[in-house]
């Protein structure tokens, strides 16, 4: 064996639980990551919570669950022969035939060799002498890697709402994240759903013609715009498969990845009359257009942003037969685009429903869940079924809940303590070894996700292959590195009006201790951008790192 292979034997010969690289989760990302490192032959093991892989499309598995992204732009672009062979029925596809073409990667690829399935990483700790890590399942079982890896995603960190009685409910309750993988019967059922964001907005408008009541607790009503999926016929997906090398350099191009690019005009450049019929046509548009493919100040310039969030309300208001209950679900604490854009489908015709009724929380607060149902501020609620769509700690949410100790034992969360702190959103200074995909300060939580998982996973097997070539034990950021990306971080966002919102995405969580402070979790110089800056520091030979 050359002396400049990652060997196990030279990591610990006394035992089989040793690998040159450990991965955590077996989602998009996880997957694609093993699917690359094993060309490198290195020795590679996977550990995901989940009983198959999938990640996020394993987990989420509840009612009206799908992409908000065109499916044929979310595929994985690395093999010919499987964008060839896979044909997406829908524009948008649900969450079955999504979790079907993972487990399809997985089977055409031999990926679950190297998974091992139900296994959830507690804790993860460098030992600084022998230049590894030690990773620790909640069983108590040990590894020993030189490399650690974590695809553990943005949004996997599930979070109940801070209410009272939450456990003492004794008819079905689900956070739509844990959702069962039996069926679950509405028929004629008394259900509440608690939250109002993008997953709640997709299960009330699909279970609503099912149930026998429905009540919505809404806190927080969102700007929800149509998403106008439909089958696709089969002239069309000939030219999805002729079109794909056309449409990954197009994808490659624009901010998110997404096949919209922004309008270069701005809202004040045109006139009334062409700047109503240019909303009309994106309001008429599939998927994110109207939020990707908008003027290119609508996100930034608060006239421009009140302006189109009023034509949104104005449509609310037409699909909405009750004038009170359209205003209820109007957003009155920040504008369009600011929080994530739920894509809907007759989601505000479903308040037009005789059962279905929509109570304020921030005029009528839930005291508590009782045993029966739910207790407001000024009523009592018996219900069948409460469903929870109170989202996740996003972003470090998933971090927090792994014990990640690098040099000195330091935490990776006090680290993290006043907000994150990363190089290239890809790693930590003094955590050595250790890369992050889709990570905090990284263009994957403002995009396409698959497309941006692609580059984080291409540019870290670039530095493996490198490591390996190299005969290198250790890498690590200089903290120098990392002060100046976190400080770039904050640069690119500033004058973003997303940045003024409480928002998972500003690191606002009201139903975890501690995050109520605002924070740039994400890159918001565009997809472009990111990919020549982690391009150049590759070229350089990894210059902002240390490499022994």
Do not use: I, K
């Given at each position: 064996m050359p002396d400049t292979q990652l060997a196990a034997a030279d990591l610990d010969a006394t035992t089989n639980k040793t690998y040159d690289t450990i991965i955590i989760g077996a989602g998009i990302a996880g997957m694609y990551q093993l699917y690359r490192l094993r060309e490198l032959g290195l020795s590679v093991r996977v550990f995901e919570t989940g009983s198959g892989v999938g990640g996020t499309w394993y987990w989420n598995r509840y009612p009206g669950a799908r992409f908000d992204s065109e499916s044929y732009t979310y595929g994985y672009s690395f093999s010919e022969a499987l964008l060839e062979e896979w044909n997406?029925?829908?524009?948008?596809?649900?969450?079955?035939?999504?979790?079907?073409?993972?487990?399809h990667v997985a089977d055409r690829f031999d990926l679950r060799r190297n998974i091992q399935f139900d296994s959830r990483v507690s804790a993860a700790t460098f030992d600084e002498t022998a230049r590894r890590w030690e990773v620790t399942l909640d069983n108590g079982e040990r590894f020993l890697t030189r490399f650690l890896i974590t695809a553990i995603g943005p949004l996997s960190a599930d979070t109940l709402p801070r209410i009272l009685g939450v456990s003492s409910f004794r008819g079905q309750s689900f956070h739509t994240y844990r959702w069962p993988h039996e069926a679950v019967d509405f028929a004629g059922k008394r259900v509440a759903v608690i939250g109002t964001g993008a997953t709640g907005v997709q299960v009330i408008q699909t279970i609503a013609p099912l149930v026998g009541q429905l009540t919505v607790f809404q806190r927080t009503p969102n700007w929800c715009t149509p998403l106008h999926n439909r089958k696709i016929t089969e002239e069309e997906q000939k030219k999805i498969k002729a079109g794909y090398p056309a449409m990954f350099e197009l994808l490659r191009?624009?901010?998110g990845c997404y096949i919209h690019n922004t309008d270069p005009r701005g809202t004040f450049e045109v006139t009334e009359e062409e700047r109503e019929a240019f909303w009309e046509k994106l309001y008429s548009e599939p998927g994110f257009a109207i939020w990707?493919?908008?003027?290119?100040?609508?996100?930034?310039?608060p006239k421009a942003n009140t302006l189109f969030s009023d034509f949104i309300a104005r449509k609310i208001r037409q699909r909405v037969k009750d004038p009170k209950v359209a205003e209820m679900l109007i957003p009155k604490c920040h504008g369009f685009g600011t929080r994530r854009v739920p894509q809907e489908t007759h989601y505000f015709e479903a308040y037009n429903l005789p059962h279905v009724r929509l109570v304020d929380t921030r005029k009528t607060s839930i005291e508590r869940i009782t045993e029966t149902g739910i207790k407001t501020s000024d009523a009592e609620y018996e219900f069948d079924m409460i469903i929870y769509a109170t989202g996740f700690d996003a972003i470090t949410g998933a971090f927090d809940r792994i014990e990640f100790r690098g040099t000195g034992g330091r935490r990776l969360k006090d680290h993290w303590a006043e907000g994150p702190k990363t190089f290239l959103g890809l790693m930590s200074a003094g955590f050595p070894n250790m890369l992050t995909i889709v990570g905090p300060h990284n263009a994957s939580t403002r995009c396409n996700i698959p497309r941006c998982i692609e580059q984080n996973v291409d540019w870290i097997t670039g530095l493996m292959r490198a490591a390996r070539d190299r005969g290198i034990t250790r890498f690590d950021a200089t903290p120098e590195a990392e002060t100046e990306w976190s400080r770039h971080i904050e640069e690119l966002a500033d004058g973003m009006l997303y940045t003024q919102v409480d928002s998972w995405a500003t690191g606002i969580n009201s139903n975890v201790e501690g995050k109520t402070v605002r924070r740039i979790l994400q890159y918001q110089g565009g997809a472009p951008a990111y990919r020549e800056r982690c391009d150049a520091v590759a070229a350089a030979g990894y210059a902002s790192m240390v490499l022994t």
């Open positions: 997406w029925s829908e524009h948008f596809a649900p969450q079955t035939e999504t979790l079907r073409y993972l487990n191009r624009t901010p990707m493919a908008n003027f290119r100040d609508v996100l930034t310039d």
